[in-house]
């Protein structure tokens, strides 16, 4: 069993930025390709960013490119998501997602459905 817990959320102004954190459990973390999901109300939960297990290969939405990086510490079973030049269509809940059937160390899953746990979220509000 893999459990998440993400942390970094809260209230930022527009322009500005936050590090989102997802600390997991388990000691086979590094074989674990790893994403950050968000979901807005009344909207569906989309994928924002994917890393691979090695860390080589990664995936951004469209929205997000070139404003959030997606990184890991495989020493410290941790994901990162930064994100700069926040927006106020960035508000939603942010949920990490850890794909531990992954077979191949460059594979980024991108689907909901490839991942199969998931943590409680952490909310991001972005002020205009």
């Known amino acids: 069993q893999v459990q998440l817990v993400e942390s970094g959320g809260g209230l930022v102004q527009a322009g500005g930025s936050l590090r989102l954190s997802c600390a997991a459990s388990?000691?086979?973390?590094?074989?674990?390709?790893m994403g950050w999901f968000r979901q807005a109300p009344g909207k569906e939960r989309d994928v924002v960013a994917a890393?691979?297990?090695?860390?080589?290969?990664?995936y951004y939405a469209d929205s997000v490119k070139g404003r959030f990086t997606i990184s890991r510490d495989n020493a410290k079973n941790t994901v990162y998501l930064q994100m700069n030049s926040l927006k106020p269509e960035d508000t939603a809940v942010y949920y990490c997602?850890?794909?531990?059937?992954?077979?191949?160390?460059?594979?980024?899953?991108?689907?909901?459905?490839?991942?199969?746990?998931w943590g409680q979220g952490t909310q991001v509000t972005v002020s205009s």
């Open positions: 388990g000691r086979t973390f590094s074989s674990y390709a």
């Open positions: 890393v691979s297990w090695s860390g080589g290969s990664t």
């Open positions: 997602a850890a794909d531990s059937r992954s077979r191949y160390s460059h594979y980024v899953p991108k689907a909901r459905y490839e991942y199969n746990y």
